[in-house]
């Protein structure tokens, strides 16, 4: 905290833009950063850097996947996820983490496959669990009926 206050004292000193209240700690930014990484592989529709994020024993929890365990696993759902969205893309709205917890608000968009003239576009929260550099859980919710 003291770190904290001397930074907001020398921003006002010398005319810095700083808030007093900092958005992440060291540890929520590693945990941000693993995310992210998360984000651009499932854009890339690279399942196999998803699998290397996700721990061995992960868990992902959403209404489509209520008790998915481990990181093949998780891959192997979102590759069948890629196959029936070709042009899955995930549109990042806000992130945000507090200690090893990150918080993902997103837009999923594509086609499914054989509808190309029927764009989807679905809001999603995802709570994930991050510890030792990896995805540990992953709790998503969204509106099945979307």
């Given at each position: 905290?003291?770190?904290?206050?001397?930074?907001?004292?020398?921003?006002?000193?010398?005319g810095w833009a700083i808030s007093?209240?900092?958005?992440?700690?060291?540890?929520?930014?590693?945990?941000?950063?693993?995310?992210?990484?998360?984000?651009?592989?499932?854009?890339?529709?690279?399942?196999?850097?998803?699998?290397?994020?996700?721990?061995?024993?992960?868990?992902?929890?959403?209404?489509?996947?209520?008790?998915?365990?481990?990181?093949?696993?998780?891959?192997?759902?979102?590759?069948?996820?890629?196959?029936?969205?070709?042009?899955?893309?995930?549109?990042?709205?806000?992130?945000e983490s507090s200690a090893n917890?990150?918080?993902?608000?997103?837009?999923?968009?594509?086609?499914?496959?054989?509808?190309?003239?029927?764009?989807?576009?679905?809001?999603?929260?995802?709570?994930?669990?991050?510890?030792?550099?990896?995805?540990?859980?992953?709790?998503?919710?969204?509106?099945?009926?979307?």
């Amino acid at each position: 905290m003291k770190i904290a206050m001397l930074a907001v004292l020398a921003g006002s000193v010398f005319g810095w833009a700083i808030s007093p209240v900092f958005a992440a700690s060291r540890a929520d930014t590693a945990a941000i950063k693993v995310v992210r990484l998360k984000f651009e592989a499932f854009n890339r529709h690279d399942a196999r850097t998803i699998e290397d994020i996700y721990a061995n024993a992960a868990s992902l929890h959403s209404p489509d996947y209520p008790d998915l365990t481990g990181s093949k696993q998780i891959a192997d759902t979102y590759r069948k996820l890629f196959e029936a969205i070709p042009d899955a893309k995930d549109n990042l709205q806000t992130l945000e983490s507090s200690a090893n917890h990150v918080y993902a608000q997103f837009v999923l968009t594509g086609h499914l496959k054989g509808a190309e003239d029927k764009p989807i576009s679905i809001r999603i929260l995802s709570v994930y669990t991050v510890q030792d550099g990896r995805i540990v859980g992953d709790s998503t919710y969204y509106d099945r009926k979307m």
